[in-house]
């Protein structure tokens, strides 16, 4: 028998359920007998249930924290566990014994809750403090990308890409990235984009140039967490514009990419093509014309119809690609 799942807004929706059936039923009770006695039940019943939803609180607090910053170990979360103990001391100090004067089970609770909105506010100014005024202004950065063209014969090509990320905000659903075809002109309505890790919608055509997809995160990414992103283009062709004969990834000033992977498939060619590629680059601020340089040769593989080839830790500041063109 498999075990439902339990998660916290299961918890939090059921906990609710409880909290507003007892009180109705409280409630009732109160209005039609009028006895002083359900006063005091009802008096219990809000002390001790609304120690338990702080106490629910704190901990999807204390988990929310630790997703936002992993393995921190400076004692913050601890402090979470100060008004834990306040708010069972106020409820043992209600249910020891009935009377109205005995005032430290109210004084025990608000203790507990200063010290909460305090944790809280300060461990959030000190982790935005940190985050905003040391993080680049990007949503994420890049530490891995491998990209594939397929080309498939007939002017038609398919489009692989990956890349792995690390969200630079608190919580990241959505991210925005653009490629540039060098074929005939994108038509959003032929040109299918789809993803195995993210949803997708309908690719953004730009005149100048660059087009964009959206990817939707199918869970929330929160801060320093890392993930894989995908998206595949089929449809794409080249019947009235000739594609460029090369596959290139820019790597940003501000970027620092530990590995870039380049594939292409040319599975139109004759049995007996094997010309070499050649992995080059350009400077970022390199005026519009001007020429690559040569970084390395890149063999054909005969058997596979491709080009492999891994570029580690790249300089950032420069345009990288595989050539196999002329």
């Known amino acids: 028998m498999s075990r439902k799942k339990v998660n916290s807004k299961s918890v939090l929706r059921n906990f609710f359920l409880f909290i ?29 249930s609304f120690a338990i939803f702080l106490l629910i609180v704190i901990t999807l607090l204390g988990m929310f924290l630790f997703k936002l910053e992993p393995g921190i170990k400076d004692g913050r979360y601890l402090l979470l566990i100060i008004p834990s103990v306040f708010f069972l001391g106020s409820g043992y100090l209600y249910f020891k014994e009935y009377n109205p004067a005995n005032k430290w089970g109210l004084i025990f609770l608000t203790v507990g809750l200063a010290i ?11 982790w935005s403090t940190r985050t905003f005024t040391s993080s680049e202004d990007k949503d994420f950065i890049v530490n891995r990308i491998s ?27 959505v991210i925005d990235t653009r490629f540039k ?33 959206k990817l939707l995160f199918k869970s929330p990414l929160y ?18 514009t000739p594609a460029e004969q090369y596959l290139s990834q820019m790597v940003k000033s501000n970027e620092t990419i530990s590995l870039i992977s380049f594939d292409v498939v040319l599975k139109d060619v004759s049995a007996n093509y094997n010309k070499e ?17 040569e970084i390395d040769k890149v063999p054909f593989d005969v058997d596979s119809k491709s080009y492999h080839c891994d570029l580690p830790n790249p300089d950032s500041g420069y345009d990288y690609r595989l050539y196999w063109g002329e």
């Open 116 to 126: 909460t909105v305090i944790t809280i506010v300060l461990t959030l100014f000190s």
């Open 277 to 293: 590629a050649v992995l080059q680059k350009k400077k970022e601020t390199a005026p519009s014309g001007a020429k690559y340089q």
């Open 20 to 48: 507003t059936s007892v009180c109705t039923i409280f409630s009732f009770f109160y209005i039609i007998l009028g006895n002083d006695k359900w006063t005091e039940f009802v008096a219990y019943y809000f002390v001790i």
């Open 181 to 213: 075809w060098t074929g005939d002109k994108v038509d959003s309505n032929m040109v299918k984009v789809t993803s195995v890790t993210h949803d997708t919608e309908r690719i953004r055509v730009d005149d100048e140039g660059y087009d964009t997809i």
């Open 223 to 240: 801060y320093k967490q890392a993930f894989t992103c995908h998206y595949k283009l089929t449809n794409l062709t080249d019947k009235v």
């Open 147 to 173: 990209s594939k063209l397929v080309r498939l014969g007939d002017n038609k090509y398919e489009f692989d890409l990956y890349k792995d990320i690390q969200s630079r905000v608190p919580v990241l659903t």
